[in-house]
């Protein structure tokens, strides 16, 4: 019974099409989840954030409460389970193997697409490096029945985590926010993506930094995220495309160090209509599945200075450091 209620309310969310059907659909997901969550004794460390080389772990709280980035999670669970049908033709007569890195406690973006297809096509493993997660999700998976997918479910560091054979077909993490700050998707990117066997998928498959001349204060900022934004579009220029993260380019020199600087930029002559050098975040899930700007907390813009800030005549790069914790800085010349 609750495994046939999953799998409807998953199939109502592969068909949903408007932002107003997936809010509506992932609502459905929330109430499902949150059924089990309402047995669960809270814990102390439910909201403490676990900081690494590379990037903060969000909490046990945080990590639950991404289910309701309603569009960003619609689309992940529509291209894992798109991405996953490309595998099977991809390696006809193979079960694919998927790991998920940072499942969080539902694992949200993999669990609900599980019923809709044998145990003999894929086998997945979850890691996480919050145990209070990793306990949570093991048991969501015992209740749902859902174990006979699983290879392991363990507390694993995703920076540093070795996939046990070649034959890693599809790897699924969603740690970041906007810019990429904070969170530790490009370690995590860099250590998993060559480990995919050769035609594997990576989910997300691209996610793409660019430099923009804007009003901050005039583009749309996603908060109430079950609220679709009115297009808005303040007067806008390209600076350049930062820098692409995807399975190929993670593993280029252009990550070297922990760090990627830009080319140099000639800075604009400052304009009280578009007064901020902002960094925009576009989201390729899967092929056509992709969020754009302030669709998702996780692309929402970031404002890095205001042109008025800067001195004249001069020029600038930019810098992305995730050594410690993922930031973006700047470099000026005359
Ligand atoms: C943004 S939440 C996403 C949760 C869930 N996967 C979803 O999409 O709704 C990121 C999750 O990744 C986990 N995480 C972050 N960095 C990690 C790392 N280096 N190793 C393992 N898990 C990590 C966090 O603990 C958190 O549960």
């Keep these: 019974m609750t495994v046939s209620k999953l799998s409807a309310i998953t199939k109502t969310i592969l068909q949903s099409q408007t932002p107003e059907e997936e809010v509506s659909a992932i609502k459905l997901l929330s109430d499902f989840f949150l059924t089990f969550r309402s047995n669960r004794i809270p814990q102390p460390s439910d909201q403490t954030e676990i900081v690494l080389n590379g990037g903060i772990a969000l909490s046990f709280d945080h990590a639950a409460d991404c289910l309701q980035d309603y569009y960003r999670t619609a689309r992940f669970i529509k291209g894992v389970y798109l991405s996953i049908q490309e595998l099977l033709l991809r390696f006809p007569g193979e079960k694919i193997n998927i790991l998920y890195a940072g499942c969080g406690p539902f694992a949200t973006i993999l669990l609900p697409v599980l019923p809709l297809f044998k145990t003999d096509q894929l086998q997945v493993t979850l890691i996480d490096i919050h145990p ?119 593993q280029s020199s252009s990550f070297s160090n922990q760090e990627y600087r830009s080319a140099w930029y000639q800075i604009p002559v400052f304009q009280k209509s578009s007064p901020d050098i902002c960094l925009f975040t576009h989201v390729k899930i899967f092929k056509t599945l992709e969020l754009g700007l302030s669709e998702s907390l996780i692309t929402n813009p970031y404002c890095l200075v205001s042109i008025l800030n800067l001195p004249s005549n001069a020029r600038i790069s930019f810098i992305y450091n995730f050594a410690e914790l993922p930031s973006w800085s700047y470099q000026l010349a005359d």
Excluded: C, W
Aim: hydrophobic share 45%; net charge negative.
């Design 132 to 250: 209070e997660s990793v306990k949570f999700v093991k048991e969501l998976f015992t209740t749902l029945h859902l174990l006979p997918f699983v290879d392991s479910i363990s507390v694993q560091n995703a920076i540093s985590y070795r996939y046990p054979s070649a034959n890693l077909h599809l790897v699924i993490s969603e740690t970041m926010f906007h810019a990429l700050l904070t969170e530790p998707q490009v370690a995590i990117t860099r250590n998993l993506a060559p480990q995919l066997a050769n035609g594997g998928i990576f989910i997300p498959e691209e996610v793409t930094v660019e430099a923009v001349i804007s009003s901050f204060s005039n583009e749309p900022f996603l908060s109430n995220t079950s609220t679709p934004l009115l297009p808005v579009t303040p007067e806008r220029t390209l600076i350049a495309q930062l820098f692409s993260l995807n399975k190929s380019s993670a």
